[in-house]
């Protein structure tokens, strides 16, 4: 239900297979010489030790990515408690964009760098600072940026400067992210480069869940008031510009740290990329050519519609049906180790020649339980008590629901990973990976901008009556009789379905053929 939250799954997980082929690409011809390294070292040096501080570095650089990350997914949540319109939901949507479109830019980060200072600490650490420097200088006007007026009082929000500096603030954080996936590479041993993976999976995560879950719990004054206070009071115990002004200070103290104290060691001349950036582009346009990847990239483009107003539009109709924003982000923290455990079974279990058999079992499971969440919201208003709080039994059904929309979302997301990995071209891995990888981005992002655009277009307005019934054709001459007669959430959630179902017909056989064509049908050479 989190549109933020499966973005930084798509990301995390699509980064790390990237990584591990690119890895392998440039180290191949290291196996041998690594094999007879660890044959002389005693025992006791192979393992973490040399790498423990590399580990703890990467680590570290993962946690502070995933702030911004976290805190960009949390502001339509405090944007939605505040009545903006859906049109501006779709407007901020644009900020998780950078992620999506960082293929255009990162080969200049690979080609472009200053030698005596580092490769890729020549982006790191300016990259780094202006993130800090982003976050300093929004955490002074962010309030008035969010409607929040002098002395407690509301004004309008601006949803197109939150828009162009969230968006900047991705920008630099897909820019950091590039950086330190390429920095890993180098600043690891070839024995614990498997250690990269998981540096990305905790500390992203960790990163995305303090910006995210802790933010908007610890900004909450009822979940403040309910759990860490003797005394209520009317606000959090931290507010959106605090917790931005801590962050950048962190940001600032720390890339110093790095800066000064890691030297980045530059790899071998042989292991060197220097292709440089023409020739880059030169090989993406030889890959996107492939009569095989034009219609992966169309597929990639369109699969995800039928999923748009569900993944997008959810969870903001819960808050809007007065669900609290921080009990509906407490949700992802179960849901964690169960993505684990579903991540390793489906792995295991998958057939590793036709992985796309079972995204094309998950997909329709998937489209149903989409119309399951617009029961759910429809549902909220009958389960709310009088006071306006929901009993547990509604929040335990909301976690079901969740936990079965992950088994869908894993049985569809494990199978087009591993046909990433199973199709692109070894020679040039990296550059495959990430291409795949950002147009299946790019597939969940627009449509959940389009979902979010014409919510309230679709939407049927009425005004209310003398007897309390909503009517079309009464003339609404006060705001305050204005009624829904037909949210457009719902007929988004059905239009949804039955494009997915078209999509299934018309395009999985096409998805089938795709997974039997022979090597040389994937290869640019």
């Not at 006791?44 to 703890?56: F, P, Q, T, Y």
């Not at 982000?329 to 992985?355: E, F, G, H, N, W």
């Not at 692109?424 to 990888?437: A, C, F, K």
Request: glycine share 8%; with cysteine.
């Amino acid at each position: 239900m989190s549109t933020g939250r499966l973005r930084s799954t798509e990301r995390r997980n699509g980064r790390r297979q990237r990584r591990e082929i690119e890895y392998e690409d440039r180290h191949e011809d290291e196996d041998e010489a690594m094999t007879l390294e660890d044959d002389d070292k005693p025992k006791d040096v192979v393992g973490l030790k040399g790498d423990r501080r590399s580990i703890a570095l990467l680590m570290f650089l993962y946690v502070l990515q995933g702030i911004p990350l976290g805190v960009a997914a949390s502001v339509p949540f405090l944007l939605q408690t505040r009545k903006i319109s859906y049109k501006d939901q779709a407007m901020f949507s644009f900020v998780h964009w950078p992620f999506s479109l960082k293929l255009f830019w990162a080969p200049i980060v690979d080609s472009v760098y200053v030698s005596w200072f580092g490769r890729r600490k020549s982006w790191l650490v300016p990259t780094q600072y202006l993130i800090g420097l982003f976050m300093l200088l929004l955490s002074t006007s962010i309030d008035s940026m969010m409607g929040e007026g002098e002395n407690g009082g509301e004004k309008s929000v601006s949803v197109f400067t939150l828009t162009a500096v969230f968006f900047l603030l991705n920008f630099l954080a897909a820019t950091q992210d590039i950086a330190v996936d390429g920095w890993a590479l180098t600043m690891l041993s070839k024995r614990n480069v498997g250690w990269v993976s998981t540096c990305n999976t905790v500390g992203q995560t960790a990163g995305y869940f303090m910006g995210n879950v802790v933010f908007l719990a610890l900004e909450s004054a009822e979940f403040c008031n309910k759990y860490l206070r003797a005394e209520p009071q009317s606000t959090g115990v931290v507010t959106l510009s605090s917790f931005l002004y801590f962050w950048g200070i962190i940001f600032f103290v720390s890339t110093t740290l790095v800066m000064i104290l890691k030297t980045e060691l530059s790899p071998a001349p042989q292991h060197e990329d220097n292709r440089g950036i023409i020739s880059a582009y030169r090989q993406l346009w030889k890959i996107v050519r492939l009569p095989s990847i034009l219609s992966l990239i169309v597929i990639l483009l369109t699969i995800k519609i039928g999923f748009a107003a569900s993944d997008a539009v959810t969870g903001l109709k819960l808050i809007e049906e007065g669900v609290p924003k921080e009990h509906l982000a407490m949700m992802a923290v179960p849901l964690v180790p169960i993505d684990i455990v579903l991540a390793i079974v489906i792995t295991k279990y998958m057939p590793s020649q036709r992985p796309l058999d079972l995204l094309l079992k998950g997909m329709p499971f998937r489209l149903l339980l989409g119309l399951g969440f617009a029961l759910l919201v429809w549902w909220a208003p009958s389960a709310k008590a009088a006071d306006g709080s929901y009993p547990l039994y509604f929040y335990a059904i909301m976690l079901f629901s969740s936990a079965l929309h992950q088994v869908a979302v894993y049985c569809m997301y494990v199978p087009i990973m591993a046909f990433f990995a199973k199709v692109s071209d070894p020679v040039i891995g990296g550059t495959y990976m990430t291409l795949l990888n950002t147009v299946s981005n790019l597939g969940g992002n627009w449509p959940s901008t389009v979902a979010l655009w014409l919510v309230d277009g679709l939407t049927w307005k009425g005004c209310r009556t003398a007897d309390g019934a909503c009517s079309s054709t009464d003339d609404c001459s006060r705001p305050e009789t204005a009624c829904t007669i037909l949210d457009g959430y719902y007929i988004e959630s059905v239009a949804c379905f039955v494009i997915g179902v078209l999509w299934l017909k018309l395009r999985g056989r096409q998805l089938r053929e795709l997974q039997d064509l022979p090597p040389e049908r994937w290869t640019s050479r």
